[in-house]
């Protein structure tokens, strides 16, 4: 059995053998089998969940909380794991909040217990991390190069946003452009056709922060070719990657994406042009894939409409149009990924498992990158409304997804379209 862990008002995390680790899946607890429990993987970080009660199991299976702190006096939290890239969680957290506490930050929380000497947490291997160990990242030389490159291009806004993401908020695409190598970021659109309840550039007031701030600007597209051409022509493994965290929706920028497609392609054959999408602006898309994208990772939550709706909140067009600019993109040839953000006790649904085979089946797509969703659990089961109601289980729903679908990669992050 898995211990129960939890954290004291200092920070500190204890383990609490008295009780077992109890998990959650939607709207329902559940004792974790060790199937869906690994070793704490190198990155992974403990936080704890707060204004939040531990839920843990009793030796006579009864789920009761932590109500004291086994250790002394004061209050103790639940506690979360956040995984790092090539893990999908397969458990949230158990906890009881209070109300009116507000909704927790947008992070992705996965359950976490004690076992023979160490941590462990509710998730699995779903890729091969090495492109997204923090290791490789921020490292000694980074603010360097960052200085070097803006000295380079000081006029170029693109940079200088990428400059604030890499070093004030530790984005990884961000600091590949001033690494020179594998996936870059390249933010173009301040505009967004969305009202995404995650959106981690912008929320409303009423909601959680936002962790980063979109751009508010559009560029020129001298800047795109500043950070483009480059990358293509001399990163390994090369990918520049239209639509990023700190921007809105880029296919609201087609005819800048487009021209900046067209000249970059004289400049230079190498690489990939993706672009990161929710899809939504079937107009853009067409014409963006006209003028040579090699691939487009559509962001999904859902393939039934009520659901997207709820998450999106879509301005100006329907899941409807998302399915054809998929099949847009796969008729210009273009390599077609599904972002899908991924909570237990959702996308592991039977019906929902069925929705996306359907969809994936009859549109072409080439690649599903699960992904799991920061966003408090509870926030998000008050506006889907969903049932109490046992799912396949995160683990059976990727088993699912590769037996039924043998010609689609199933992963976590993207890959050039030319598999380099």
């Excluded at 979360?80 to 209070?98: F, S």
């Excluded at 000295?151 to 400059?163: D, G, K, V, W």
Aim: charged fraction near 20%; proline fraction near 8%.
């Amino acid at each position: 059995m898995f211990a129960l862990v939890y954290a004291d008002e200092k920070g500190c995390v204890f383990d609490y053998p008295s009780m077992g680790l109890v998990g959650r899946s939607g709207r329902v607890f559940v004792e974790p089998v060790a199937e869906e429990m690994i070793p704490l993987p190198p990155g992974a970080t403990l936080t704890l969940v707060p204004d939040s009660v531990p839920l843990g199991l009793m030796p006579d299976g009864q789920f009761t909380k932590l109500s004291g702190n086994p250790n002394g006096a004061g209050r103790v939290f639940a506690v979360g794991a956040l995984l790092p890239q090539g893990y999908t969680r397969t458990l949230l957290p158990a906890y009881l909040r209070p109300g009116n506490q507000g909704w927790l930050p947008l992070l992705g929380y996965a359950a976490v217990g004690f076992h023979k000497g160490g941590f462990y947490v509710a998730a699995m291997a779903t890729d091969d991390p090495h492109k997204w160990d923090p290791n490789n990242f921020n490292t000694v030389d980074l603010p360097a190069l960052v200085e070097k490159r803006l000295a380079q291009h000081p006029h170029n806004r693109i940079l200088q946003q990428l400059a604030k993401c890499s070093l004030d908020y530790g984005c990884l695409t961000a600091q590949n452009v001033f690494y020179r190598r594998w996936e870059g970021g390249l933010p173009v659109s301040p505009h967004c056709n969305a009202r995404c309840l995650g959106c981690i550039s912008q929320q409303p007031a009423e909601c959680c922060p936002s962790p980063q701030t979109r751009i508010g600007f559009q560029p020129r597209l001298e800047e795109v070719l500043d950070v483009a051409v480059p990358h293509l022509k001399e990163a390994p493994e090369a990918i520049v990657s239209f639509g990023q965290g700190c921007e809105g929706e880029p296919s609201l920028a087609a005819s800048l994406i487009s021209e900046a497609i067209k000249k970059v392609r004289q400049a230079t054959s190498r690489g990939t042009i993706n672009i990161n999408t929710n899809a939504g602006y079937t107009e853009g898309i067409a014409a963006i894939c006209a003028a040579g994208l090699d691939a487009m990772r559509v962001s999904i939550i859902s393939p039934t409409e009520k659901i997207y709706d709820a998450y999106y909140r879509p301005q100006g067009y329907r899941l409807e149009d998302v399915r054809k600019s998929i099949v847009i993109a796969k008729n210009h040839g273009v390599l077609v990924s599904l972002n899908l953000l991924t909570l237990p006790g959702l996308n592991d649904r039977e019906d929902e498992t069925e929705a996306l085979l359907e969809l994936v089946r009859s549109t072409g797509v080439d690649r599903i990158q699960i992904r799991n969703l920061n966003i408090d659990p509870d926030q998000l089961q008050e506006v889907l409304g969903l049932p109490e109601e046992e799912s396949l289980g995160i683990l059976r729903f990727i088993e699912v997804l590769r037996q039924e679908l043998p010609g689609v990669e199933i992963g976590n992050y993207s890959r050039p379209a030319g598999g380099e």
